[in-house]
Every structure is written in C-alpha cells, then in structure tokens.
C-alpha cells in the first residue's frame, strides 16, 4: 500500500539555524500539506500546495517557512531561523484528485527540537 | 480559536463495549468532517467522512452521526478491541483544504 514517508523522524537543531524537513508524498497525489503538532496541543495546518505553489496557508506560516516541491518527488518545508516555540511533530499529508472530499494520507511525522 | 473541541481528553471502554467519541464544531460553513485515528510515533489515519448532507455513515464497526442543528459529530465504535486504542482526531473543513483538527481523544480499550 502507498504511503507518506518523512525524513528524518526527528531533527534536533538550535535556535536560530535553517532546518528543511522532507516528505516524499504518495506518487499519484495532487495535493500536499504540511501540518504540525505541539507536544499536548491540536494538529494545525500550516499550508497547503498544488500545482507548484501555495494554494493555502495558515496564518501560522509566516515569512520564515517556506515549501518546495524540488522535483518530482519531494515536498519540503524549510524554517529560515528556527525558534523555541518551532518545537513539534510536523507531519506532511498528501490527497489525490478531488480536492473537496479526497481524505488526506498523513505521513509519521518529524519530531523537530529547537535548543 | 478553537472551530473544533473534542471536550474528553480520555475514554476508556471495556472490550466488546460502544465507545462513543464526541466533537463539536463552531463554524456553520463546515461541510465535510472527518476523523482520524493516531497511534504513538505514527501519523494520523484516516477512519471515516461524512458529508453534511448526511447525518450517517458506516463502515464496519465505525459510524459517523453528524447533527448539523447541534454543529456536533460522534464516532461509534461497537464492538471495540484493544486495537481501537489510540487517539482520535475530528477535523472540518468548509472551502479548500485546510483540516481544522480538534484536540483529540485517548481512547483506551480494556481488555
């Protein structure tokens, strides 16, 4: 069965330095997401792509995120300066062609620490 | 601002039992709803949608009750297994495809 995968499952780096999490999403998917999750809190949506380029985004990603779909492949989400409270499981979710009811295949996440 | 509550941070259900797993939305707009099921270091897996011309869907053991005047969704699980334990996430959403999740549900199943 397809699945999401994400590398690496856990990324630790300090504050202020670039992190880039990967995501290889299901290969006849459309749509790509990327949400994140604090220790004890709700998923949240940080932004949605299609088509090679953003179709949503939360107000959560500011200017320092940004995501990439470099190939055919990969989908990327880049923190330009990290900071403490970027701390979270970050999970990438891929959906297919109906974009109103697909359901969203989540992959198992990169657990990202800021020092 | 929470569109999405799931007000029971935990459920324990015995084996063979129903376990009912509530979520209520604020937003009148949303119009499709799902919900997923969360294992430790694993992400979400979907469970099963419901649209909001419906008030039921089943798949198995799961059925999904949307009652649109209370903006309030349920999840039943009959019989529940051990397995089923996990966390449960309902999500909405109304345009586009940003999921608005609730704070999910640890449902334990005792054996």
């Known amino acids: 069965e397809p699945e999401v995968t994400q590398t690496p499952s856990h990324q630790v780096t300090q504050m202020g330095q670039e992190v880039i999490l990967r995501c290889v999403p299901i290969?006849?998917?459309?749509?790509f997401y990327w949400y994140r999750q604090i220790l004890g809190q709700k998923v949240e949506f940080l932004v949605s792509?299609?088509?090679?380029?953003?179709?949503?985004k939360s107000e959560i990603f500011d200017d320092q995120f940004s995501v990439e779909r470099p190939d055919g492949s990969n989908f990327t989400l880049k923190i330009r300066s990290t900071k403490l409270e970027d701390s979270a499981m970050y999970f990438c979710?891929?959906?297919?062609?109906?974009?109103?009811?697909?359901?969203?295949?989540f992959g198992p996440g990169t657990r990202l620490t800021v020092t | 601002d929470q569109q999405v509550k799931q007000n029971s941070p935990s459920l324990s259900v015995q084996e063979g039992r129903i376990s009912i797993l509530n979520c209520d939305y604020t937003?009148?707009?949303?119009?499709?709803f799902l919900w997923y099921k969360k294992y430790p270091a694993e992400g979400p897996t979907f469970l099963i949608s419901?649209?909001?011309?419906?008030d039921k869907n089943e798949d198995g053991r799961f059925t999904v009750f949307l009652n649109k005047s209370a903006k309030h969704l349920s999840l039943h699980i009959v019989p529940s297994q051990p397995g089923d334990s996990a966390v449960y996430f309902c999500?909405?959403?109304?345009?586009?495809?940003?999921?608005?999740f609730g704070t999910g549900t640890s449902l334990t199943v005792i054996p």
């Open positions: 999500a909405a959403k109304y345009t586009g495809n940003q999921f608005y």
């Open positions: 290969s006849n998917h459309l749509y």
């Open positions: 937003n009148s707009m949303f119009d499709y």
């Open positions: 419901i649209s909001s011309i419906k």
């Open positions: 792509f299609y088509n090679n380029e953003i179709s949503e």
């Open positions: 979710a891929s959906s297919g062609i109906d974009r109103g009811t697909d359901e969203q295949y």
